[in-house]
């Protein structure tokens, strides 16, 4: 854990989401969501502090190779097959600060498209050296950084010929649960990006590009890895500075 | 010109589709040995305070069918009303309780169960107080978002009347969809995502 002794504690409100940025609930066109989105609309109202605390995690829980796919479901000396790539990143609060010591999950499909899932049915090959799933926590500068390799895309039934372009999947856990965000980080240059319904579930192109990670040269390791850069940006929180208070408070 | 903001958009969300599992817990879809064990699967140690509840229910679509890989977490405070969070600053939270829990729902029959202590009140900005209740956050494939809820208690009828969260509700049949079925110490919160019994979700 981090000494947060000289920090004052994070109690301001969050910013309001902008609903109009993330994917509605109701997209005909990702057929699942049609009996899955709720019709009336959400009860609007400022956060307490139900909402603005949230649960930390620790780096102590972290095993060695958490953040390293490519080795963690593998053999003693094995590894999994494919592309082999760093993602690493930033996660921030839309007012450009760090978000120490945040909780990101991330899963995926192996080199091939193939989940390690028992429902699922997709005829390409499981890696046994590959599980897919890591996990880290930030750092002092809000950066973190996991080891995998570039997962294939795969086809899906909605459409009678939809596939899903290359994804990695994030869950994130800020400071608090109002934050709580799960999102997928697609790759520089697929034309597949731009025909995947889920991916169109999103209106604005801007907010879809956001998703997508530059290939970033600088940070590739010259014969091992090629690098993607993936910031992420969670709610900010409103400065309690004025803020009515209660006396006494 | 003038100066900008500044500011940065929030990250988009995806859904968190069906294999959310090998992520979340993937010791629940047979990925066992990278994690010891899943997260959020244990909250209430032995020496924690309070009453022992179990929180039991399903998924529900818009067409009645309980959604069989629906991701659900919950954030509660403990049973004296404070939540284990370094935002919390009205006090230190019981350390045998970490008020968050993680649960993917059966495969086959949807059902989903948590094992928690029954939280105290927790007061609004205002400084009225709040009924006793728990958070809960539902993904699942199909939920391009994730839906944020409220479960209240069907024993604390004087508490939930005068809720601030539950009276800024307009139509007031839709109320009861945010206060659990069940007899203490086994409550029942069924959520429905759609249709005439859809929950309350929260904008929040």
């Given at each position: 854990m981090f000494d947060r002794s000289n920090q004052r504690p994070e109690t301001g409100a969050f910013f309001a989401r902008d609903r109009q940025w993330h994917p509605p609930a109701y997209t005909p066109g990702y057929k699942t969501s049609v009996l899955r989105s709720p019709q009336k609309a959400l009860l609007s109202l400022g956060a307490t502090l139900s909402e603005i605390t949230g649960p930390v995690f620790g780096h102590s829980m972290l095993g060695a190779l958490d953040n390293d796919l490519i080795h963690?479901?593998?053999?003693?000396g094995e590894s999994a097959i494919g592309e082999r790539i760093v993602v690493h990143g930033r996660v921030l609060d839309e007012r450009g600060r760090p978000v120490r010591g945040a909780l990101l999950e991330f899963w995926q499909a192996n080199a091939g498209g193939r989940y390690r899932h028992k429902k699922e049915t997709y005829l390409a090959a499981l890696d046994p050296n590959f599980g897919g799933c890591g996990r880290t926590i930030t750092d002092e500068d809000g950066a973190y950084a996991f080891r995998t390799v570039r997962p294939g895309a795969y086809p899906w039934p909605n459409g009678v010929n939809d596939w899903r372009p290359a994804h990695i999947h994030f869950s994130v856990f800020g400071h608090g649960f109002a934050q709580r965000l799960i999102t997928q980080m697609y790759f520089e240059g697929d034309p597949m990006i731009w025909k995947c319904p889920i991916v169109n579930s999103i209106p604005d192109r801007a907010a879809i590009e956001q998703l997508v990670a530059p290939l970033d040269w600088g940070n590739t390791i010259p014969m091992d890895s090629r690098a993607y850069k993936f910031d992420i940006v969670l709610r900010g929180r409103r400065s309690t500075l004025f803020e009515n208070r209660r006396e006494g408070n | 010109m003038v100066q900008t903001l500044g500011y940065l958009k929030e990250t988009p969300s995806q859904t968190a589709g069906p294999y959310v599992h090998i992520g979340l817990t993937p010791n629940v879809c047979d990925i066992a040995g990278i994690y010891p064990e899943d997260l959020g699967v244990a909250m209430v140690g032995e020496r924690a305070a309070g009453s022992r509840i179990t929180v039991t229910g399903h998924v529900y679509d818009g067409a009645g069918t309980p959604i069989k890989d629906a991701l659900i977490e919950i954030w509660q405070a403990d049973a004296a009303g404070l939540y284990n969070s370094p935002s919390e600053t009205r006090g230190t939270a019981d350390p045998h309780f970490t008020g968050w829990g993680r649960y993917a729902v059966d495969g086959a029959s949807g059902a989903f169960r948590f094992e928690t202590v029954k939280p105290g009140r927790v007061p609004y900005p205002d400084g009225r107080s709040m009924a006793p209740h728990i958070s809960f956050w539902i993904v699942a494939r199909g939920i391009n978002i994730g839906l944020h809820t409220r479960m209240y208690f069907p024993d604390e009828a004087d508490a939930n009347t005068a809720d601030p969260l539950l009276a800024r509700i307009e139509h007031r049949t839709r109320v009861a969809t945010l206060i659990a079925a069940g007899t203490p110490p086994h409550y029942v919160f069924d959520i429905h995502l759609q249709g005439e019994k859809e929950t309350v979700f929260l904008d929040i």
């Open positions: 963690n479901h593998a053999r003693p | -």
